[in-house]
T-cell receptor, first 117, second 116 residues
Framework: GAVVSQHPSRVICKSGTSVKIECRSLDFQATTMFWYRQFPKKSLMLMAT?????????EQGVEKDKFLINHASLTLSTLTVTSAHPEDSSFYIC?????????????FGPGTRLTVL | AQSVTQPDIHITVSEGASLELRCNYSYGATPYLFWYVQSPGQGLQLLLK??????LVQGIKGFEAEFKRSQSSFNLRKPSVHWSDAAEYFCAVGVKVMSNTGKLIFGQGTTLQVKP
């Protein structure tokens, strides 16, 4: 099946710094990618839809200036957590649909564990 | 509004016993339905999906799910659970946002514990 990778898998940073997380589709092109946040023992919360060649679409309540998304190519989307604070600590997961539409199945990356000290 | 409900937050079954995880959805159009499994600290793996056709779908690892439109349900089943099935299970519905885009809405998840 289609493969989605994330880098890094784990990152620890100091409060106030910015952290970039990469999401790559390895064997297919993705005009759309999705970014989720997952708290312990909780479901996935969709943060934003990353669109190649245009601005990301953010879900209600998600600060777009805090969570910068750039869809640099058909295989790469990045999420930058700016001026990170301890409350931003979480598990961030990206996904991509191998077929256009997004309503179809998505393939998920392995996730990135962010810890802000 | 679209939503997915997994009524059981935590289920414990004995190894070798049968399993059923419940999922109910709310969506006005024909649903695209999915079950994903997540092992600790990992991403999500697709178990099975329903788009149309036969309402009983087979997935990987011996799982199956049945779509029942009248009950707005898509319950996941396995006849004999293995210890390696212990994980978090998520039901999701694919919804259309615009003509060429959509997204997945997830249920709260069910934690499966398997007793030896």
């Amino acid at each position: 099946g289609a493969v989605v990778s994330q880098h890094p898998s784990r990152v620890i940073c100091k409060s106030g710094t910015s952290v970039k997380i990469e999401c790559r589709s390895l064997d297919f092109q993705a005009t759309t990618m999705f970014w989720y946040r997952q708290f312990p023992k909780k479901s996935l919360m969709l943060m934003a839809t990353s669109n190649e060649g245009s601005k990301a679409t953010y879900e209600q309540g998600v600060e777009k200036d805090k969570f910068l998304i750039n869809h640099a190519s058909l295989t790469l989307s990045t999420l930058t957590v700016t001026s990170a604070h301890p409350e931003d600590s979480s598990f961030y997961i990206c996904s991509a649909p191998p077929q256009a539409g997004g309503r179809n199945e998505q393939f998920f990356g392995p996730g990135t564990r962010l810890t802000v000290l | 509004a679209q939503s997915v409900t997994q009524p059981d937050i935590h289920i414990t079954v004995s190894e070798g016993a049968s399993l059923e995880l419940r999922c109910n959805y709310s969506y006005g159009a024909t649903p695209y339905l999915f079950w994903y499994v997540q092992s600790p600290g990992q991403g999500l793996q697709l178990l099975l999906k329903y788009f149309s056709g036969d309402t009983l779908v087979q997935g990987i690892k011996g799982f199956e799910a049945e779509f029942k439109r009248s009950q707005s349900s898509f319950n996941l089943r396995k006849p004999s659970v293995h210890w390696s099935d212990a994980a978090e299970y998520f039901c999701a519905v694919g919804v259309k946002v615009m003509s060429n885009t959509g997204k997945l809405i997830f249920g709260q998840g069910t934690t499966l514990q398997v007793k030896p």
